[in-house]
């Protein structure tokens, strides 16, 4: 991989690590039949449950930050391979929950421990998963998602 171009600004170097994360986690991913996107479809769906919850698929897209229609498609994909059901929200009709099957919560439970060791190399450098520098980046990157960002930045905001 080419170093950092000097002076590079914050959105170029935020591109670039997102696009090393996706390609790692793709190609690390892939032996078990997933896509980064399926993955973080599946080991959402597999914290969620563990937590309780059997979200629908808006719940899911709002949940990864992916389009609702991308969550969808990906969702059919996944229940095609046999990894999730897709049902009808008794509560709501128009709604559709997610779910794990049981071989779809394998796939998950071998692909998190994948991209666990995964995450563990990339955040050596800063001291491991577990350290002060760790945390605060974390702290950092949540700031930074949860900060809102609007189309048009010239214009003046209420």
Same mark, same amino acid.
């Given at each position: 991989?080419s170093?950092?171009?000097e002076?590079?600004?914050?959105?170029?170097? =935020?591109?670039?690590?997102?696009?090393k994360?996706? =390609?790692? =986690?793709?190609?690390?991913v892939a032996?078990?039949?997933l896509?980064?996107?399926q993955?973080a479809?599946v080991a959402?769906?597999?914290g969620?449950?563990?937590?309780?919850?059997?979200? %629908?698929?808006?719940?899911l897209?709002?949940?990864?930050?992916l389009e609702?229609?991308?969550v %969808?498609k #990906?969702?059919?994909?996944?229940?095609?391979? *046999?990894l999730?059901?897709?049902t009808?929200?008794?509560?709501d009709p128009r709604? =559709?929950?997610?779910?794990?099957?049981?071989? *779809?919560t394998e796939v998950a439970?071998?692909?998190?421990?994948v991209v666990?060791r995964?995450?563990?190399?990339?955040l050596e450098?800063? *001291?491991?998963?577990? %350290?002060?520098?760790?945390?605060?980046?974390?702290?950092?990157l949540?700031?930074l998602?949860d900060?809102? #960002?609007h189309?048009?930045p010239?214009k003046?905001q209420?």
């Open positions: 991989m170093p950092t171009p002076g590079a600004t914050p959105g170029y170097l =935020v591109w670039r690590l997102s696009t994360w996706r =390609v790692a =986690v793709d190609r690390a032996p078990l039949g896509t980064h996107a993955y479809l959402s769906l597999y969620m449950r563990r937590a309780g919850e059997r979200p %629908s698929q808006r719940r897209a709002d949940h990864t930050g609702p229609l991308y %969808s #990906l969702a059919r994909a996944l229940e095609t391979a *046999g999730l059901e897709r009808r929200d008794p509560h709604a =559709v929950q997610l779910a794990l099957t049981e071989q *779809g439970q071998r692909a998190i421990k666990q995964l995450l563990e190399q990339l450098p800063l *001291g491991g998963l577990t %350290s002060e520098r760790t945390r605060e980046f974390t702290r950092d949540a700031l998602i900060t809102p #960002l189309a048009d010239e003046e209420p």
